[in-house]
Structure formats: structure tokens, C-alpha cells
């Protein structure tokens, strides 16, 4: 899958666990940590050939994950506990099906490789609408929850890209409202009657 795919599975998680500003933060970066191994191209294409899906993708990491998570949000240890496995998983599994880079589930322990035997490679299109689709869903419940991954980096920014999207979707339904509104939209069968008067005509006789 792609990053902004994870992404917005995280952003979609830490909504439904109905939790605080940080119990959201630990669920989201829990959904695209995985992905910390992809790091490694900047330290030169032969290590990252051998570390994408190594490193972070596995067993071990998944529950250091959680366990810096349950530390961070110590008041519902229970809660952030399940929704970071949900989330490492979601992405743990997304990678799984939807590309063809094999997955060491078991480092350090042993480089088993797993795949699913019906990977999706990564620009297949079921990649791109379900990308397409995540991130619309997660743009859909900036709407509905009045906040926005900003949150993570500043409440405040975030609040301020709220507003600032709230006034952009009022004008648009503003507009919307002018536009059904308008003289020249009434007028419009007025207008065809004018250009075709057998129609105009039937209309009448159909009154009388």
C-alpha cells in the first residue's frame, strides 16, 4: 500500500477508539511506523534492498509499538494497547496483499520472507482506488470529527486548518444555493419554450 493510504487507516483507527489527543497520535504513528525501515534508502540502494520490510516489519517492532504507546497513554492501557496492534497490523497486512516486496515477519529471529501468493503489485489500480478511497474517508471525518492529522504537530494549527476548510465548504454551499437560485437557471425553460415554439404552443393548449 501506499503511505498515505496507511495514513489514513490511522487517522480512521485513532477516530474510532474515542480516545484523547494522545491516545490519536500513539494509533496513527503506530499505523505508518512500519514504514521507518524505508529509511534506509538514504543510506544507499544495496542496504535498502535489504532492509525495506526488515527492520519494521515484524513481530518485535509491532509490540515495542505498542509498549511505548500503553507508556505514553498510561490512563487506558487497554484501549491504546488494542488499537496500535489494529493499527501496525492494518499496515502489516496491507503490505502483505498489496505489494510484492516480501515481508520478515520473524527478524531478528529468523528472514523467513512472507507474501501472499496474490500480492497486488503497488500501481495496480485496486491500489489506487483503495488509496483513493482511504484518503477520502479520512478527509470526510475532518469534517465530521472537527479535527485534522494536524493535531499531531500543533492543536493549534490544527484548529486553524478547521476553520479554514469549514469557510472554504460554506462557500461552496453558498455558491451551490446562488447558483440554484439564480435568475437565468429559473429562466432556463423559458428560454428552451423560446427557442422551440411547437413546445411552447403544446404547453398551452395542454393549460386550456
Known amino acids: 500500500m501506499y503511505f498515505h493510504a496507511h495514513a489514513a487507516v490511522g487517522w480512521i483507527l485513532a477516530q ?4 484523547d489527543s494522545r491516545f ?9 511506523a512500519p514504514d521507518l525501515d524505508a529509511l534506509a534508502y538514504l543510506l544507499g ?3 535498502s534492498l535489504n532492509s525495506h520490510h526488515v527492520w519494521a516489519h515484524n513481530l518485535p517492532f509491532s509490540l515495542a509499538v505498542s509498549l511505548a504507546a500503553v507508556l505514553y497513554c498510561p490512563d487506558m492501557k487497554g484501549r491504546v494497547l488494542l488499537f496500535t496492534q489494529l ?6 497486512f496491507g503490505d502483505y496483499f498489496l505489494t510484492t516486496w516480501p515481508l520478515c515477519f520473524l527478524y531478528p529471529f529468523a528472514r523467513r520472507p ?12 485496486v491500489n489506487q ?3 483513493a478511497g482511504l484518503a ?44 440554484r437560485r439564480s435568475p437565468a437557471l429559473r429562466g432556463l425553460g423559458d428560454s428552451t419554450d423560446a427557442r422551440n415554439p411547437r413546445r411552447s404552443i403544446e404547453r398551452t393548449d395542454a393549460k386550456g
Open 87 to 92: 493499527a501496525f497490523y492494518a499496515h502489516y
Open 114 to 125: 512472507f507474501l501472499s501468493a496474490h500480492a497486488f503489485h503497488l500501481w495496480h489500480p
Open 136 to 179: 477520502l474517508a479520512a478527509l470526510i471525518l475532518c469534517f465530521v470529527c472537527r479535527r485534522t492529522p494536524l493535531e499531531l504537530v500543533s492543536p493549534r494549527l490544527d484548529q486553524a486548518m478547521v476553520r479554514w476548510l469549514e469557510a472554504r465548504l460554506g462557500s461552496f454551499r453558498s455558491f451551490m444555493k446562488r447558483g
Open 24 to 32: 490519536r497520535r500513539a494509533v496513527f504513528l503506530a499505523a505508518v
Open 129 to 131: 482506488w483503495m488509496g
Open 16 to 19: 474510532a477508539g474515542r480516545g
Open 45 to 47: 540502494l544495496s542496504i
